[in-house]
């Protein structure tokens, strides 16, 4: 008898809660019929949480799967500056939120979680949940890249209009190198940027190897990602979000290995760039999604050594700009 009362007290403690409200339904596994979302607390009325309230919701994905998670969380007010939500990938990456309106996720196995936290609030509360019951890299782009390339490869390529624009299997002569490019300023920014969480960087040939993480994540990061061996897999998961405006720049990694920091910068106005190269080498490319363009460093400061390639650096240098034919103002 002792032990399952002893069993019975866990169970209570676990999904205790610290104000009124549900219970925490535990981990949330797919149902049978997968073309229906899930919904909590249900599909039509968001819930009101007291202040106080704890709960964390675990969503299983099963292995070759992926699930599009939806979130609403608004506090009533802004008495706390703390974050009210977490989620947490399949990778255990963390988003804090200190209000959230539609968030839209897209976990693999084994999943991820949703931390809500509603402090000395009160939280209008919401998700939805639907399963997919694979991952399919449909109509892939094959892409090689050479050391001796003076152009990067950029994805989506030029048939944006393509069912699965984003989806690509990389093959590099040594390792694959991968960055973000941020979105251009004509492009209503904010959705599209976010919605690069449904791109996956695979490190290997195939959608079952090490996920690296999304788009999103790398973007944030400021450095670029290194295939650990010639092959990198990039998959966008359903239901394909608009990503238009933030592709991928891919080039072998034996021209970009002696980076530290290195990004993109996009856009028409003017953007200050602070790098730190005072331990390896930082770099910054730029983009147009016009093809001709013309870039204009105002200024600069600090000390050391400024190279300008016309593409990727390349070990010929043949592509290497004189400093006197750039824009300084």
């Not at 866990?10 to 999904?15: H, K, Q």
């Not at 219970?23 to 149902?31: I, R």
């Not at 190897?209 to 010639?230: D, E, H, M």
Request: aromatic content about 12%.
């Amino acid at each position: 008898m002792g032990f399952y009362i002893g069993t019975f007290l866990f169970l209570a403690l676990s999904n205790r809660v610290l104000a009124d409200g549900p219970a925490c339904p535990g981990t949330l596994n797919p149902p049978n019929d997968i073309s229906n979302e899930f919904w909590y607390p249900d599909h039509w009325n968001p819930v009101l949480l007291s202040n106080g309230y704890n709960c964390v919701y675990q969503m299983n994905v099963p292995q070759g799967w992926s699930s599009y998670v939806v979130v609403t969380a608004i506090p009533t007010s802004n008495l706390t500056n703390s974050p009210i939500l977490q989620v947490v990938d399949f990778n255990q990456k963390v988003e804090n939120f200190q209000s959230a309106n539609n968030e839209k996720f897209y976990f693999i196995t084994p999943g991820g979680s949703i931390k809500l936290s509603t402090q000395s609030t009160n939280v209008s509360f919401q998700f939805s949940v639907q399963w997919y019951s694979n991952i399919a890299v449909n109509q892939p782009r094959f892409l090689n890249l050479s050391a001796s390339d003076s152009q990067p490869i950029i994805v989506p390529g030029p048939n944006i209009f393509d069912e699965y624009p984003l989806n690509s299997r990389v093959t590099a002569e040594t390792r694959a190198s991968v960055i973000t490019i941020p979105s251009d300023d004509r492009f209503e920014k904010a959705e599209p940027t976010k919605n690069l969480r449904s791109i996956l960087i695979f490190d290997e040939p195939n959608e079952n190897s090490t996920c690296l993480g999304t788009a999103y994540q790398l973007l944030n990061s400021n450095r670029q990602w290194v295939s650990t061996g010639k092959y990198l897999t990039i998959v966008q998961l359903q239901p394909l979000p608009y990503v238009m405006g933030s592709p991928l720049l891919i080039q072998d990694f034996e021209n970009t290995k002696e980076f530290g920091e290195y990004r993109v910068v996009g856009g028409v106005d003017t953007r200050s760039i602070v790098m730190d190269a005072s331990k390896q080498a930082s770099a910054f490319s730029t983009y147009s999604p016009l093809g001709s363009t013309s870039d204009c460093l105002i200024n600069i400061t600090g000390t050391g050594t400024l190279e300008v390639y016309y593409g990727g650096i390349t070990e010929s240098k043949s592509n290497l700009q004189r400093i006197r034919e750039l824009c300084f103002l």
